[in-house]
């Protein structure tokens, strides 16, 4: 069965440095997000990203995210300066077509982000 | 903008008897609602969804129904089962969105043999 997979599963890093986090989405999916979710609390949504652009962002999405698709199989979310919010389990998904009109986005099994 | 209330927080049933979360939404033109289970060191997994031109899906021990009026969905497990524990996310997206989903707080269903 195809996957969302994600590297590396956990990350430690210091406050302030940059942080990228990898993302290979299903192979026949277009549409690729990143979402995160602090300990404890809702699954929020970052970003969406659609024929190599951003499609729609969040609030949380500031000028310290952004997102790349490097080649035809990777999706990353850079932090460019790391802070101790940021800590959170970070999760890339994608899906066929938009998740409102595709009948699934499939999640990856996240990667953990500790900053101290 | 949206946001979605999600109840109870933790519910925990004896195997076979049934379990049922509720979620509320506060965005009349929300149009979408998926239900995710996510288990422990996994991502969120669609289990089932619903859209609003719909009042009631079903797959096998599970359902879910949608009250456009009431802007409330629920999840229905029967037959509850061990391997049914989880946590469960309710979530919602708005017409126009590709991928902004609204989740609620998420449900820790605990299924006791």
């Known amino acids: 069965e195809p996957e969302v997979t994600q590297t590396p599963s956990h990350q430690v890093t210091q406050m302030g440095q940059e942080v990228i986090l990898r993302c290979v989405p299903i192979?026949?999916?277009?549409?690729f997000y990143w979402y995160r979710q602090i300990l404890g609390q809702k699954v929020e949504f970052l970003v969406s990203f659609y024929n190599n652009e951003i499609s729609e962002k969040s609030e949380i999405f500031d000028d310290q995210f952004s997102v790349e698709r490097p080649d035809g199989s990777n999706f990353t979310l850079k932090i460019r300066s790391t802070k101790l919010e940021d800590s959170a389990m970070y999760f890339c998904?994608?899906?066929?077509?938009?998740?409102?009109?595709?009948?699934?986005?499939?999640f990856g099994q996240g990667t953990r982000l500790t900053v101290v | 903008g949206e946001n979605v209330e999600q109840h109870p927080s933790t519910l925990s049933v004896q195997e076979g008897d049934s379990a049922v979360i509720k979620c509320t939404y506060s965005d009349s033109a929300s149009n979408y609602f998926p239900w995710y289970k996510q288990e422990l060191g996994k991502g969120p997994q669609l289990i089932i969804d619903?859209?609003?031109?719909?009042g009631e899906k079903k797959d096998q021990r599970i359902a879910v129904t949608l009250n456009k009026t009431a802007k409330h969905f629920s999840l229905h497990i029967t037959e509850t089962q061990p391997e049914d524990s989880a946590v469960y996310f309710c979530?919602?997206?708005?017409?126009?969105?590709?991928?902004?989903?609204?989740f609620g707080k998420g449900t820790k269903l605990s299924v006791k043999p």
């Open positions: 192979s026949n999916h277009l549409y």
């Open positions: 998904a994608s899906s066929e077509n938009g998740v409102v009109w595709s009948t699934e986005a499939f």
């Open positions: 979530a919602a997206s708005s017409a126009g969105s590709q991928g902004n989903l609204i």
């Open positions: 619903i859209r609003s031109n719909v």
